[in-house]
Nanobody
Framework: VQLVESGGGLAQAGGSLRLSCAAS????????MGWFRQAPGKQRELVAT???????NYADSVKGRFTISRDNAKNTVSLQMNSLNPEDTAVYYC??????????????WGQGTQVTVSS
């Protein structure tokens, strides 16, 4: 499964950005999709995930500000980020856990998209 992200960029504190990720490939069933981020000098951390049934999970630091959504028919996942602050500055990675038909479970990552929030 290939994941391609879009929508990163520069925002001011208090502003908004929307990230999108599209999955492509053949012979797979996607289970959970999500977003992770990695700031300079820090480990990659979970931001939000969403199951195929629509159950969501958020990091405490983004609850109430970020919203993850998904279109199962199009194999896309989006992250609406509101009330951004400089601590949200990071490279954001799309992630998908999927079942590769006939082979088994696997995981894919996107290439990452930079989000920079200025104060």
């Amino acid at each position: 499964v290939q994941l391609v992200e879009s929508g990163g960029g520069l925002a001011q504190a208090g502003g908004s950005l929307r990230l999108s990720c599209a999955a492509s490939g053949s012979f797979y069933i996607i289970n959970t999709m999500g977003w992770f981020r990695q700031a300079p000098g820090k480990q990659r951390e979970l931001v939000a995930t969403i199951t195929s049934g629509g159950d969501t999970n958020y990091a405490d630091s983004v609850k109430g500000r970020f919203t993850i959504s998904r279109d199962n028919a199009k194999n896309t996942v989006s992250l609406q980020m509101n009330s951004l602050n400089p601590e949200d500055t990071a490279v954001y990675y799309c992630n998908a856990d999927y079942y590769y038909i006939g082979i088994g479970d696997s995981r894919s990552w996107g290439q990452g998209t930079q989000v920079t929030v200025s104060s």
